[in-house]
């Protein structure tokens, strides 16, 4: 009884976050600095990729989700086993996505073959938070090099950010956008990584991820500091 | 040395940078040869593709040395 209660109250949760979710993310204006043909372009003959935010954007993930899925590109995300992660999986799936458990502090090998799968045998694309789900903050894991190798799909950097924001206490400093922001997305250059990439050419690769995600990241934030000019 | 222990040990030794000659059965995957997340994977998938198995995630989780790899897969 107690469990089933239980339920109940993560699914009330995940249905009032759903709901704050979409009304706070159709209040946003949004400017797409570059890439907005890109993902416009995406659908469900596109081929899959991986596309690539840092944690601490991972607000903007419920607006992209939502995006991808009303255009019929079917992607895939993983989210970490903790508490916080059974609430954010319900509603990854609401959205519509498809969700794998997993982080790298906890059933890591598991939830990067899910991730792989999803690519080889699914055919669907990944949306990955590649300095979660703890950190450090903007360091991209090896795991999402060696997942772009294996499957051959490219990682596409993107970033965004709003002109006014709040900033939650958590490790990663995470950013929610106010209410009728205006929120800016800037995506880069798709990253791909030879099949027969060896250690040092998949680490060169991941800090050209870790690079071209700072550099987007600079590029949406000095975007409202000319504005302010 | 069997074909199928001969194979995973090779993998395990490109994969973790360390001569074929130092892997032995009992040495642990993680603690001895560093085999973390994206090492694992890489490990599982080339198993599967090699050999022609299919290895579960419950399975994959109990493998924590060298032997349960070749043992799982020379009964699989």
Known sequence: MAKRFDQLKKHLIVLIAEIIVRLLVSTYRMKWLSGERKIDSLDEKSSPVI?????????????????????????????????DGDLAAMLGERLGAKVIRGSPSRGGTQGLRGLYRSVAKE?????????????????AKMGLVVLSRMTQAPVLPMSCYANRFWRVRSWDRMIVPKPFSKVVIDVGEEISVSRNAQDDELENARLSIEGRLNQLGTNVEEYFE???K | MSD??????????ELANIPKDEIKPESELVADLGIDSPKALQLLVEIEDALGIEISDENAEDMNTVGDVIRFCEAG
Do not use: C
Request: aromatic share 8%; charged share 20%; no cysteine.
């Open chain 1, 51 to 83: 596309i690539a935010l840092w944690h601490n954007r991972i607000i903007f993930l419920g607006r992209i989700i939502r995006q991808l899925a009303k255009q019929k590109f079917p992607v895939t995300i993983m989210i970490s086993f903790s508490k």
């Open chain 2, 4 to 13: 199928i222990k001969n194979s995973i040990i090779g993998l395990i030794s």
């Open chain 1, 123 to 139: 055919g669907r694309s990944i949306l990955i938070l590649p300095d979660g789900s703890k950190g450090p903050v903007y360091e």
């Open chain 1, 226 to 228: 000319k504005q302010d």
